[in-house]
């Protein structure tokens, strides 16, 4: 049974978020705690997972660089087996930058269940960090089974605004940008934007597309 760190909302959750971490930062960083904190003050559940890779760093493994985004579909699989019978209700895939790239992978196979409503990239890696030149990473989103929702600073390295207007993405997919956000939607020292601000933006936003769904 996968371990869970769950943040839960104080009254009954309108969903609950299936978090993946991103390729380098684990489960509990700084970015992970404040998203979760701020899903739950906008009535979502979250129940945060660690691949493999990232667990072995708890306990003296090396650290390695994750495996490719395509071998950890099936740990998310397994993970959202788990959450199943333990919580009620609508069920979102998601995770920061690598694992929402997972859930969108995940999102595309033929086995998803119906209380899988919905899929919350939070900073999706649509090309290799500072690469718009090279091959984008669309096939996932193109190939969700499910509405996905995309929440982006604007300066992203991984796919900024300007960049990511310039491609055809499905109707199936919204976007949510954030101010003067980076890939961890932190904004400059000179912008009125502050990091808590865009993290409680991206909350409210993944509580509207929950709504919606």
């Known amino acids: 049974m996968t371990d869970f760190l769950w943040t ?8 609950t978020l ?13 970015f992970m705690d404040k998203l979760a904190t701020a899903l739950a003050s906008n009535g979502i559940a979250s129940a945060r997972f660690e691949f493999a890779y990232m667990a072995g760093r708890r306990t003296g493994g090396s650290k390695r660089p994750p495996p490719k985004a395509d071998k950890l579909i099936g740990e998310f699989q397994t993970a959202l087996q788990s959450l199943l019978s333990q919580s009620e209700g609508p069920i979102l895939l998601g995770g920061k930058s690598m694992g929402g790239r997972v859930a969108a992978m995940l999102a595309g196979g033929g086995s998803l269940p119906a209380r899988v409503k919905g899929v919350c990239c939070f900073g999706y890696p649509f090309h290799p ?15 969700a089974k499910r509405p996905v929702l995309v929440l982006q600073g604007d300066r992203d390295p991984f796919g900024n605004k300007a960049e990511i207007d310039e491609v055809t993405l499905p109707g199936s997919v ?15 020292g000179k912008s009125p ?17 929950t709504s919606g769904l």
Not at 177 to 188: A, S, V
Request: net charge negative; hydrophobic share 40%.
């Open 18 to 30: 299936l978090l993946a971490h991103g390729a380098g930062a684990p489960m509990d960083s700084t």
């Open 174 to 188: 919204s976007l949510t940008y954030l101010e003067d956000g980076n890939h961890d939607f932190g904004p400059r």
């Open 8 to 15: 839960r909302p104080e009254t009954d959750p309108s969903a």
């Open 129 to 143: 960090t500072g690469k718009p030149d090279a091959d984008w990473r669309l096939l996932p989103l193109e190939d």
């Open 193 to 209: 934007a502050t990091l808590d601000g865009n993290i409680s933006a991206a909350a409210e936003a993944v509580a509207a597309f």
